[in-house]
């Protein structure tokens, strides 16, 4: 049987990736150390002999337990520091998991025989304010933030130790995904946040005149973009993405919200749409999910709250 290591996997994608590893025959180990995530979100998964294994990925002794008990022949790296506000304040820290993490894994993944390593890298975050929309990887990287920054070294070490050590590396640049169990504090967390709004009956603030655009990704279809990426020998970086834009107010209005607007916020990136051309071609993948689809699915998904209003931004 063939197993695979998910870090992260106690987090909001990477527990929706255990479970369709687990339904597609894998054995799986996951490495978290709960900063963010929660076991609760594999208890699906739990009866099918899912392995945790507590720990942090820049630990070599944690990362090595994880990769000795069932020798996974793919590891998808999804733990990371996903706060682009606490990368800011704390550009060590970030640097420290979202880099180190991923080298201490890269030269852990080519000592115990790994066959294949993705990496969840983030699209909305990597180009900045781009040239042109729909982005193509060609695009200049142009990180806006520590926590791009860290992310695009990260896909640097990645092709270092293709190169090198010729270990099969691909970074995923994922847009902004949104589904179930998604922690609204998160880099993109306007659509976790606006939906428990629009289950608590609070209207939503938005920063500037929610013009603002991303490219909404439903959980499911990542996860079909991880394992398609797990399978096929494609390497570099590849978009995850629709390849449509959707400004913060027609989310908003999706909803039903009453919108309160507030002074912008610098920083924050105006337009951001990623070209998913190179993910059909290469991956044989493409989104399914249509917006209003994926909306509705994480508002049923949600027990209805009782928050205090929250805060809507969306991260540079
Ligand atoms: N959510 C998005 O829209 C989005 C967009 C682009 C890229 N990504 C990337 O996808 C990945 C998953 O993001 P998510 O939205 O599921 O976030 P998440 O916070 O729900 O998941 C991250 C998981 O990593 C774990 N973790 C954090 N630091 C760790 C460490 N040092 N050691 C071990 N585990 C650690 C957390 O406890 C959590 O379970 C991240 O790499 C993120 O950068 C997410």
């Not at 099918?48 to 990362?63: C, E, I």
């Not at 994880?66 to 550009?91: F, G, K, M, N, S």
């Not at 180009?127 to 992310?151: F, H, I, M, N």
């Amino acid at each position: 049987m063939r197993s695979a290591l998910v870090t992260g996997g106690a987090g909001f994608i990477g527990s929706h990736l255990v479970n369709a590893l687990v339904e597609d025959g894998r054995r799986v180990t996951v490495l978290d150390d709960l900063s963010t995530g929660r076991w609760e979100n594999l208890f699906g998964a739990l009866n099918h002999g899912v392995r945790l294994t507590p720990g942090n990925v820049t630990d070599p002794h944690a990362v090595a337990r994880a990769l000795t008990a069932e020798r996974p022949d793919t590891i998808y790296h999804l733990a990371a520091q996903i706060d682009v506000r606490h990368a800011v304040a704390d550009p060590i820290h970030d640097a420290v998991v979202n880099l180190i993490g991923t080298l201490t894994l890269l030269q852990a993944a080519q000592r115990h025989g790994v066959r294949r390593f993705v990496l969840a890298s983030t699209g909305g975050a990597i180009y900045g304010e781009a040239d042109v929309l729909p982005t193509p990887e060609s695009a200049e990287v142009r990180p806006a933030s520590p926590y791009a920054a860290s992310k695009a070294a990260a896909e640097s070490y990645l092709d270092l130790y293709r190169t090198l050590f010729g270990l099969s590396t691909l970074s995923l640049r994922l847009s902004n995904v949104y589904g179930p169990r998604q922690n609204g504090a998160g880099e993109a967390g306007v659509v976790a946040m606006f939906c428990a709004a629009a289950r608590a009956g609070h209207p939503v603030t938005v920063f500037g005149d929610g013009g603002q655009t991303r490219d909404f990704l439903y959980v499911d279809d990542v996860v079909r973009a991880f394992m398609a990426a797990g399978e096929r020998p494609v390497t570099g970086c590849v978009n995850v993405a629709t390849g449509r834009e959707t400004t913060v107010l027609a989310v908003a209005q999706e909803l039903g919200l009453r919108v309160r607007h507030a002074p912008e916020r610098a920083g924050e990136v105006r337009r951001s749409c990623l070209d998913p051309s190179r993910a059909a071609a290469a991956l044989g993948w493409a989104a399914r999910v249509a917006f209003t689809d994926g909306l509705d699915r994480t508002l049923t998904s949600m027990a209805p709250a009782t928050r205090r209003a929250p805060v809507a931004s969306v991260a540079p």
